[in-house]
């Protein structure tokens, strides 16, 4: 005979009520906007997995949906921080890029030759990496065209330019040092 835990009928009883709920409430917050309907559904998974971590004090809580709503909200918000810090980054990051060489070159009285530099550094670059690259910088894609060719989220998409971009400034770090 299996026996089932309280914790576990407790836990899938709230997410057979209040999942609807909880992630209408996630789109309510991002303002029911397409672009971030990860940010929903992620923090909406976000917010039962807590729940399923933090059973033993969810099964004596006064309000369950409060406490599910409060922790979605949470959830949501902490989504926009990251995304608003790693967009800030990206902001900085393509003005130093966009800053013009020969500028450079003055203020630091050397002579690179940038073609290589760009040569060398994309050869470093792994496949999808440059894949990634080339139809990003190069074919001027756009996020949701990515999100379309490779199939995965806009976030995901982002979060991979940045990440190739992260690693281009690595290399060009250590091919100009």
């Not at 608003?84 to 060489?101: A, F, G, R």
């Not at 080339?134 to 990515?146: A, P, R, V, W």
């Amino acid at each position: 005979m299996n026996e089932t835990n309280p914790n576990e009928v407790l836990l899938n009883k709230v997410c057979e009520e209040h999942l609807e709920s909880v992630y209408n409430f996630c789109v309510y917050l991002i303002h029911n906007s397409r672009e971030l309907q990860d940010i929903a559904e992620e923090s909406t998974q976000e917010t039962f997995l807590e729940a399923k971590q933090q059973i033993e004090k969810l099964v004596q809580h006064p309000n369950i949906k409060g406490w599910l709503f409060q922790t979605a909200k949470n959830k949501v918000n902490r989504s926009f921080r990251y995304y608003y810090s790693k967009k800030k980054h990206e902001l900085l990051t393509n003005e130093v890029i966009q800053y013009p060489i020969s500028s450079i070159e003055n203020e630091l009285e050397i002579n690179i030759d940038f073609d290589q530099l760009k040569v060398e550094v994309l050869k470093q670059l792994n496949v999808q990496e440059y894949e990634l690259y080339c139809n990003y910088y190069l074919h001027k894609k756009s996020i949701d065209e990515l999100s379309t060719i490779y199939d995965i989220s806009r976030t995901a998409v982002t979060t991979r330019i940045y990440r190739v971009k992260k690693h281009i400034k690595e290399i060009a770090n250590r091919v100009t040092v």
